[in-house]
């Protein structure tokens, strides 16, 4: 064995032997890490997993208290499989597992969370805890997974299969009318079937709020909403950008921007977009209305756990309806148009994320010949379903319409907006 695999196998028994408290709740939730305080009402238990949490003496099952390892030098290696303790914990499994109603995930911790299974796509499962609420959770953290019901799952260059489903380290097995084993890097997606298709579904709404009285009034106001539906093979993603602002009672910004594409994964790399849509609304900028609609293909140039971009492109065609024009002008615009987006995704940290879409449209000179919509966005989890959005959004026409007094609106229109985001 090569030195580096030595000295990895050291820090893994170092790892695995630190102490560490074990709390099983009454539900058969299973938590690893370290009681930080306990009274006669309740245990504050600091895990792994959900951070900093409060449960109620009368919800916990058993408590374990760790002895004392003694943390073993790094030349001598040896498998931890001789801490009971530790080995009991990974290999200890919830009672009528697979067998009871609910989801299983069992984290790479030993940590072991009981509840409903949303969805797992692009790398991640989206899990309900039955404590710990909605967690997204890395595919790559993830040690075993068990459904309680039958799923949907998807395997690149295999039609969707039925069944139950168990993830256990490298194999994906699917239980039913179809029977079927493959590798966990083949794994496409697996979302809930039957009557839960509220399960399929996924949201956010983030709001941000200036208000400033005075020697000047100004209110600024800018909102943003997202709903998804997965399932393992399709994504259906609907977004709303919204910006309104007022100085001493004029308007100086109001525009709405709605956007709705549904894509289906053909393999591992590309997909098609049967459906893209785009309503758009300015009238400071002189677009009363703008609908877009088309069709793309697209690529995932890197579909990693903690990095994703995806690009497209296809034709489209346009409708504009102006404000004002000048006399000699129609009011109204229809073109052929060609549509290009990219969705660029990156981990920073764990709870810090940097977000950047694109949209580019080429359509006749009469329509503008050239628009962008480009959104750079840090994403910053303050709690499980709270975040701190930061977002700097510039939109960009080449040509814009004269308004009736041959007043022609600016280019690019930039916005820097600060909100809070609640997912669902």
Do not use: C
């Not at 600091?46 to 790094?74: N, Y």
């Not at 069709?295 to 890197?302: D, H, K, Q, T």
Request: proline fraction near 5%.
């Amino acid at each position: 064995m090569r030195p580096r695999q030595w000295l990895a196998l050291a820090l893994v028994a170092i790892t695995l032997t630190l102490p560490a408290d074990v709390l099983i709740g009454k539900n058969g939730e299973r938590f690893i890490g370290k009681v930080v305080e306990e009274t006669a009402e309740a245990f504050v238990f600091e895990s792994e997993i959900g951070g900093r949490i409060t449960i109620r003496r009368d919800q916990v099952l058993e408590l374990q208290h760790s002895p004392a390892a003694e943390i073993p030098k790094v030349p001598a290696v040896t498998v931890p499989a001789t801490n009971s303790f530790v080995a009991g914990n990974l290999l200890w499994q919830p009672p009528n597992l697979g067998q009871d109603g609910f989801d299983w995930v069992q984290l790479k911790s030993g940590e072991w969370l009981k509840g409903w299974m949303r969805y797992v796509q692009d790398k991640k499962v989206e899990f309900d805890s039955e404590k710990l609420d909605v967690l997204s959770l890395k595919l790559k953290d993830v040690r075993q997974l068990y459904t309680g019901q039958p799923m949907f799952t998807k395997f690149d260059g295999h039609d969707p299969v039925y069944g139950s489903v168990v993830l256990s380290n490298d194999v994906v097995e699917v239980i039913g009318p179809e029977q079927l084993s493959l590798s966990r890097a083949e794994l496409t997606g697996i979302t809930p079937g039957g009557e839960r298709e509220i399960s399929l579904w996924s949201g956010k709404l983030t709001a941000g709020v200036n208000i400033q009285t005075g020697n000047t009034r100004q209110t600024t106001l800018n909102s943003s909403a997202e709903l998804a539906r997965r399932t393992p093979n399709s994504q259906l993603l609907v977004n709303y950008l919204g910006n309104y602002s007022e100085v001493n009672g004029t308007e100086n910004t109001h525009n709405h921007r709605v956007t709705a594409n549904y894509d289906l994964r053909v393999n591992r790399d590309w997909f098609v977009r049967p459906v893209q849509l785009e309503y758009y609304r300015d009238p400071l900028a002189n677009i009363e209305h703008r609908g877009t609609a088309g069709v793309a293909a697209g690529y995932y140039i890197f579909d990693h756990d903690t990095l994703e971009w995806m690009v497209s492109a296809g034709p489209a065609y346009q409708y504009s309806q102006f404000s004002t024009v000048e006399a000699d002008r129609a009011d109204t615009v229809s073109t052929l148009a060609g549509v290009f987006q990219s969705r660029f995704k990156t981990d920073i940290t764990d709870r810090l994320k940097f977000i950047q879409t694109f949209s580019a449209n080429l359509m006749n000179p009469e329509a503008g010949l050239y628009s962008h919509h480009a959104v750079s966005t840090l994403e910053f989890e303050i709690k499980r379903h709270l975040n701190l959005d930061l977002s700097f959004v510039w939109d960009y026409l080449q040509k814009p319409q004269p308004r009736d007094d041959g007043e022609v609106p600016q280019h690019g229109d930039f916005h820097l907006n600060l909100g809070v985001g609640v997912r669902f």
